[in-house]
């Protein structure tokens, strides 16, 4: 684990996110982040608690995954995620808590969008024209508030052209507000209604629902189409093949494999976002 792991882990993580949430102060600094860049970290968050002003970026153009002119909005995982289930087992977003910097964005994001901050309003509509929007990266809709928040958001650019991955279900079943178009919903694995058929058939059904995106286990180490050949396990051909087999088996009709990077998948856009993989399954290797 680089640095900061020695000064942090998930559960501390976890405690300290909550504590700041329930009480709307910034906690006292855990011992193990003195001396460490934890600790200037834990300064700036200090400052965003005391002004409520930002001390990260709300939204972030471009990673790894999405490559360099996807924007992403982020929370933190697990305490903005009531519909997980057996994801959290297998989560990504918790590897980005070896950054401080990552981890009290997703933070200071978590708090700002339980307020319905201005601040990300303001910066919102300071997003390029026809931007790609992802909303989330990392956390989930927390609540029916916050989905018509982003809702009502979008409906004020529909020039974006915005999707996500969720897993809170039970919340898009109960959200009665206004439908912005330019919305597109995956339906991700891990959810702790997946065993539920009768709801995930209702929320198939919904208007902005594009279709599933899973997450296969079983294959070992995660491999994506533009991975060095000497890091594969097997050929991208071979692998591919694999998890259509195993999405096949699970009951998908039409599965469509993520290649790993956001902006390879199709030739124009992407496959999450496109209403021309509307009620295709979208599959992935576990990560």
């Not at 989330?136 to 996500?164: M, P």
């Not at 439908?179 to 198939?204: H, Q, V």
Request: hydrophobic share 35%.
């Amino acid at each position: 684990m680089s640095q900061s792991g020695l000064y942090f882990n998930k559960q501390q993580g976890l405690e300290f996110a909550r504590l700041a949430i329930a009480t709307d102060r910034c906690p006292p600094m855990p011992v193990s982040w003195i001396g460490s860049k934890w600790e200037t970290r834990y300064l700036k968050f200090k400052r965003f608690m005391d002004t409520g002003i930002p001390e990260w970026t709300l939204f972030v153009i471009g990673n790894s995954k999405l490559g360099d002119a996807i924007v992403g909005w982020s929370t933190l995982p697990d305490i903005t995620c009531p519909g997980a289930g057996a994801c959290l087992e297998f989560c990504y977003s918790f590897k980005a808590w070896r950054m401080p910097d990552a981890y009290f964005r997703q933070l200071q994001n978590t708090i700002l969008v339980m307020r319905q901050s201005p601040y990300i309003v303001k910066a919102f509509h300071k997003l390029p024209q026809n931007a790609d929007l992802r909303l989330y990266v990392d956390g989930d809709i927390d609540s029916v508030d916050t989905l018509e928040f982003w809702h009502r958001l979008l409906l004020t650019r529909t020039d974006i052209k915005a999707y996500g991955y969720s897993k809170s279900w039970q919340i898009f079943r109960e959200y009665t507000g206004p439908i912005a178009p330019n919305y597109w919903l995956n339906l991700s694995s891990g959810s702790r209604y997946e065993g539920d058929t009768e709801m995930k058939l209702a929320m198939l059904k919904l208007q902005s629902t594009r279709g599933e995106y899973i997450a296969i286990s079983g294959l070992g180490k995660n491999q994506h189409r533009e991975m060095p050949e000497e890091k594969r396990s097997m050929a991208w051909s071979q692998w591919s093949k694999r998890i259509k087999e195993l999405a096949r088996a699970q009951g998908h009709t039409k599965v469509f494999v993520c290649p790993g990077n956001c902006q390879t998948c199709i030739p124009t856009g992407h496959a999450c976002g496109s209403e021309r993989f509307k009620d295709i399954t979208i599959a992935i290797g576990v990560h």
